[in-house]
């Protein structure tokens, strides 16, 4: 057993901090939140003086891609570093998130099923992983490896990472089974370009047409994995909200018909903005990127304000990889920049982030008969969210019950 005591605790639900709290933790699980007065805790337990910190549901985020290092192409096609090299890259990366208080996370593409196994065999550290496998898209789309001189990818497929290119509507349905053989927990598709993708496929580019992700959402919904799809625009957009995915991963232009943000709240599709990676995009020495970027911002922090008031869940993702690995938390401060309280930022961070995952039943707030997952910071982020940013202010972390990063003497 293990009890945090003096703790100042925002427990992910939108209540109001409770001070002087007490998280008793049996197990892997939270058994119960007391006063601080209680005493009568058996003689091993182990006690945290949590005096002047606060506690937080573990960080999750919906959007990141965490074995990507950077947006080159030798590096997307996976030649610029031996293949060793780049796992070992990626677990590190998996161990630093986690010591900074990142507790889950749901990958975007690019990450296979060996890292989720290593870290549940104890090989390696990091958070718990949701993984998506590849980006499916048609011909052409953002899942399609072509480079600016038209050449095909030439490296030979890696089988744990399948092709998502779905050529035909007849292709559709196995290549959405082809990810969930390789480990798939998600499935990640694209029905637009992005600000990154290859001039001629841009923000309000489509990919895929209605019957297409008719058939994939059907059958990810058959297989019982949610869909989550990367749309930013145009009529892409419209034919991702219409075939009932579960989120639309960055949603720049869902300001520009009001009937988006509506369909949005009556089904449920939550939101996940990531706006960190645009502010990447807008320096991007590419110009095509660096515009698209520059153009879409305005749209996007509209967006924001109008989902919220459409009822619309609006959850943290970085898409982090590309741009790097810069701490996930700088997401909670952007989404604040855009209009969201300092507790609606925390919520898009646990609770709405475990719901968009479909884990709210055992993560995402402190209450009893949760797994405990817990961030113990040094300082409040309801004052000044930033602080979440900097690892020195994270002075415990704990995953599955166990103590996963202590920086607290
Ligand atoms: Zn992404």
Request: include cysteine.
């Amino acid at each position: 057993m293990k009890v945090l005591k003096n703790v100042r605790l925002i427990d992910g639900t939108g209540a109001a901090p409770l001070n002087d709290a007490c998280i008793v933790v049996s197990g892997n699980k939270i058994s119960a939140i007391t006063t601080t007065n209680q005493s009568d805790f058996p003689a091993d337990a182990e006690i945290v003086n949590c005096a002047g910190l606060t506690v937080l549901p573990g960080l999750i985020d919906c959007h990141d891609h965490m074995a990507n290092h950077r947006y080159d192409l030798a590096h997307r096609w996976g030649i610029d570093e031996p293949e060793s090299t780049r796992h070992l890259r990626t677990a590190a990366v998996l161990r630093q998130t986690l010591e900074a208080g990142y507790t889950m996370i749901r990958d975007a593409g690019g990450l296979d099923a060996g890292f989720r196994r290593a870290i549940e065999e104890g090989l390696t550290v990091g958070p718990r992983l949701l993984i998506s496998i590849s980006i499916i898209s048609p011909i052409g789309g953002i899942g399609d490896r072509v480079a600016p001189s038209g050449d095909c990818c030439c490296v030979p497929g890696d089988p744990l990472l399948p092709s998502g290119v779905a050529e035909t509507l007849a292709d559709v349905r196995p290549v959405v089974r082809k990810m969930v053989r390789a480990g798939a927990d998600v499935i990640k598709c694209a029905t637009t370009g992005g600000a990154s993708s290859r001039p001629g496929h841009g923000p309000r580019d489509s990919a895929f047409n209605l019957d297409e992700m008719q058939a994939l959402v059907d059958e990810a919904h058959a297989l019982d994995r949610r869909v989550m799809c990367h749309a930013l625009g145009g009529r892409g957009l419209d034919i991702a909200i219409a075939a009932g995915v579960d989120s639309i991963e960055h949603g720049c232009y869902l300001d520009e018909d009001p009937r988006h943000l509506d369909r949005m709240a009556e089904r449920g599709i939550v939101f996940v903005p990531t706006l960190l990676v645009y502010e990447y995009h807008r320096k991007s020495p590419q110009p095509h990127v660096r515009e698209r970027a520059h153009q879409l911002y305005e749209h996007h922090i509209l967006a924001i304000q109008r989902a919220l008031a459409a009822g619309v869940k609006i959850v943290a993702g970085t898409d982090a990889g590309g741009h790097g690995h810069p701490a996930n938390a700088g997401e909670l401060e952007c989404l604040m920049k855009a209009g969201l309280t300092p507790m609606q930022a925390i919520q898009a961070g646990t609770a709405w982030a475990a719901e968009c995952c479909g884990k709210e039943a055992e993560l995402g707030t402190i209450e009893a008969g949760k797994l405990a997952d817990l961030v113990v910071v040094n300082g409040d982020p309801l004052a000044e969210i930033a602080i979440l940013r900097d690892a020195k202010n994270i002075a415990l972390v704990l995953k599955d019950g166990e103590i996963a990063a202590n920086r607290m003497s």
